[in-house]
């Protein structure tokens, strides 16, 4: 029958057979029996063992075929293994450990959660979300044990929010693939010194840059377990500080002069934050007017214009000395929230002047944060830690999957 055919083609299926298949109810059920002409393996080693005893039968589902469950059912034996000294039960190709689902499937199921909501995947193959869970659980499981980690020279760190209000992760990535390759809960000294745990002392020895927000525990964390390692601050991290900075002006100002002073202010926002090439026609009328009025929100805006300048020396020496003069200038503004953010760069001016040593690596992390919040905005319906962090590995660890005989996707 050609279903069985099919059936046998998309499993390995050495040293079993496939006895029947039949409609069973709006599914399809194939059975499994042993190949009498091969003898059973051990679950645990694979290698041939005796024959003890047969269990229950048990089901596994298989990639659905036109839409079309399918399960296998099997009643798989117990064997005495001489190596593993004891009795197991037999090794089983089709499927990994004691998940209920075949490998495939749980391929197939992942493949497509790495584009869709789970909950989608769900619908569309018509399963639990439990059951897409657990596909993205093994092949990720799997993924980890058996990438290579051993080419790690330059990382990314950087966090981002798992739910609104602040609940973060730490994330960390490999600048030179372009791939995560930890993400951990939370952002303290603990969350980054997990990480050099995992990363193990000699992979740690090979780091040759490691970039980084302005994060004081990030910052100590890192001096003291990579001391080689040159510190980058990344300048996404940085622009984002000055945008904070700059806000806090425009804030302070309506609290000083009240009420009049907030109506003109309405709307601008966006006007003194966005780059000046991205304003509409008229909010570039409203800054020209704005501009006239000696406003300190307009100095705040001058300065945060002016520092765009810095990342585009190409030397070190002469960004250095540019920074410096906008320094002055920035502490002599009498704006609090500027004078503050100039001394935040002052504090870390070394890590900041690194980013003209290593350009490339600092535009990649940016790259990888916007994507790990695109991704992550997929995560409906994941309220822990551990399923939010394994759609992040599946989605951005380029892991390797495990093998099967037919690809599906
Ligand atoms: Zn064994």
């Not at 020895?205 to 302005?214: E, F, P, R």
């Not at 709307?267 to 570039?284: D, E, F, S």
């Not at 585009?312 to 502490?331: C, G, H, I, V």
Request: net charge positive; glycine share 4%.
């Amino acid at each position: 029958m050609l279903i069985s055919k099919l059936i046998k083609n998309t499993l390995p299926l050495q040293g079993f057979r496939v006895a029947k298949v039949s409609n069973c109810g709006e599914s399809l059920a194939v059975q499994v029996i042993p190949d009498q002409r091969y003898s059973p393996r051990c679950g645990r080693c694979g290698q041939i063992g005796r024959y003890r005893d047969t269990r229950s039968v048990r089901s596994f589902r298989h990639v659905p075929l036109w839409g079309i469950e399918v399960n296998l059912y099997y009643a798989p034996r117990r064997v005495r293994c001489a190596a593993c000294v004891g009795v197991y039960v037999e090794m089983m190709p089709w499927v990994a450990g004691k998940r209920r689902m075949t490998t495939a499937l749980a391929v197939f199921l992942a493949t497509w959660a790495k584009d869709l909501p789970w909950a989608r995947v769900a619908d569309l193959f018509r399963c639990s979300w439990g059951t897409v869970n657990n596909a993205v659980a093994y092949v990720v499981d799997y993924g980890l044990a058996h990438r290579d980690l051993t080419k790690i020279t330059n990382i990314g760190v950087d966090e981002i929010s798992r739910k609104r209000g602040h609940v973060y992760l730490t994330n960390v990535y490999d600048l030179d693939r372009a791939v995560l390759i930890w993400s951990g809960d939370g952002r303290t000294k603990d969350t980054i010194k997990a990480f050099f745990k995992f990363l193990g002392p000699e992979r740690g020895k090979q780091l040759q840059s490691i970039c980084c927000d302005m994060w004081q525990p990030y910052v100590e964390t890192v001096q003291e377990y990579a001391p080689d390692a040159t510190l980058v601050f990344d300048k996404f991290h940085i622009v984002s500080h000055l945008m904070k900075a700059v806000d806090e002006v425009r804030r302070q100002e309506i609290n000083e002069k009240g009420k009049e002073h907030k109506e003109l202010m309405i709307k601008t926002r966006y006007i003194w934050l966005k780059n000046p090439w991205n304003l509409t026609a008229y909010q570039n009328v409203r800054l020209r007017s704005l501009e006239k009025l000696n406003l300190k929100i307009n100095r705040a805006y001058l300065l945060k214009e002016a520092f765009r300048r810095f990342w585009d020396y190409t030397s070190r020496a002469w960004a250095e000395k540019y920074l410096r003069w906008w320094f002055w200038w920035a502490t002599h503004s009498r704006l609090e929230p500027m004078r503050k953010f100039a001394w935040m760069i002052r504090n870390h001016e070394e890590g900041i002047l690194n980013y003209f040593k290593m350009r490339i690596t600092n535009a990649t992390v940016e790259g990888l944060n916007n994507k790990a919040k695109v991704v992550s905005h997929r995560a409906y319906g994941f309220r822990t830690p551990t399923t939010f962090i394994r759609n992040l590995y599946l989605c951005m660890a380029d892991l390797p999957m495990p093998q099967t005989v037919h690809r599906f996707v």
